[in-house]
């Protein structure tokens, strides 16, 4: 009781004691409740530590997964990395291998984050089931595979999600997950769609797409999206920069959150000036082979 106590003395401490008006803002509310809930279950309840940081106005910075191996992700969160985007679309992983790599980011507090492989329910559902917190979704061209994708992501009442009680509610025994109601909102809210904006039909529809309930945030591919441009890695090409303002403003305008990838660590550091919420630098292949391209080079000169 002394620790509902604490969560509870600061939603006291910002009321109109005069009037019995609570002045709280209305997201900063949710958090406390959400943590007042967090402690009485005992913690028995599903997080999203990305939603959580980018709601305290934190930058978070995370890398691409291809390489495979428990340990391998291990030491991105030893690092201090916020977050990893286990790549199943452009690396040789799949479901069977990402569950391991999942289970390790939960240990070492690193978000575990998928990209699916293609637009399908299958893709969708297998990654959810097994624990990840976002699925960032590629090639996306169209409004309607949108919807698509938020009936699959997401339960009812906002999708048609297929009901199962996997993994991250521990197989139907965490406490959140034992009343349907409450285990389909936090499932709602803690685990996140994030389409990529990567092809011309995307950007085209950037202002509608992040308006859809369900669709959490978007992930800006600038590789993709430069060619479909016709600008292939032109990266500081003014309509290009465009481009991504737009998408930018799409997001904050619909408060969705906002992601990029960039291999380059000025660029990273340009993006959350520029007020993204997330950057994804590199893959940690490349980081590697530059860390010990590095080191020979410093070595043997």
């Known amino acids: 009781m002394p620790h509902l106590f604490l969560l509870i003395l600061p939603l006291l401490t910002m009321m109109d004691c005069d ?3 609570n002045i709280l803002d209305e997201d900063i509310e949710k958090e406390i409740i ?5 402690m009485l279950s005992g913690g ?5 530590l990305i939603k959580e940081k980018i709601m305290k106005k934190e930058k978070v910075l995370g890398t691409f997964f291809q390489l495979g191996g428990s340990t391998s992700v291990e030491c991105l969160g030893i690092a201090g990395l916020d977050f990893l985007v286990i790549d199943t679309e452009h690396g040789p992983l799949d479901v069977e291998q990402s569950i391991e790599y999942i289970r390790t980011a939960e240990l070492r507090n690193i978000t575990p984050f998928v990209r699916i492989k293609d637009i399908s329910r299958p893709s969708v559902l297998k990654m959810l089931d097994i624990g990840a917190k976002g699925l960032i979704v590629p090639c996306v061209e169209t409004v309607n595979q949108i919807k ?4 699959w992501a997401k339960y009812y009442p906002t999708g048609q999600r297929g009901f199962f009680t996997a993994r991250p509610a521990g197989y139907g025994f965490k406490d959140f997950a034992k009343d349907i109601d409450n285990y389909f909102k936090i499932c709602n809210e803690e685990t996140l769609l994030i389409p990529q904006c990567e092809t011309m039909g995307c950007l085209e529809n950037i202002e509608e797409i992040t308006n859809i309930e369900g669709v959490d945030g978007i992930f800006i591919g600038p590789y993709d999206l430069s060619i479909a441009m016709r600008k292939p890695g032109q990266f500081n090409d003014s309509e290009f920069l465009q481009g991504v303002t737009r998408i930018l403003k799409a997001c904050k305008a619909a408060k969705k959150l906002s992601f990029i990838y960039t291999g380059d660590n000025k660029m990273a550091k340009r993006y959350f000036t520029d007020g993204f919420d997330g950057v994804a630098v ?11 391209k590095k080191l020979i080079g410093e070595i043997k000169g």
């Open 19 to 21: 009037k019995k008006v």
């Open 148 to 151: 698509d994708l938020v009936k």
């Open 44 to 48: 028995k309840v599903l997080r999203n």
């Open 282 to 292: 590199n893959f940690d292949a490349a980081v590697l082979i530059n860390a010990y």
């Open 34 to 38: 959400k943590s007042m809930y967090i």
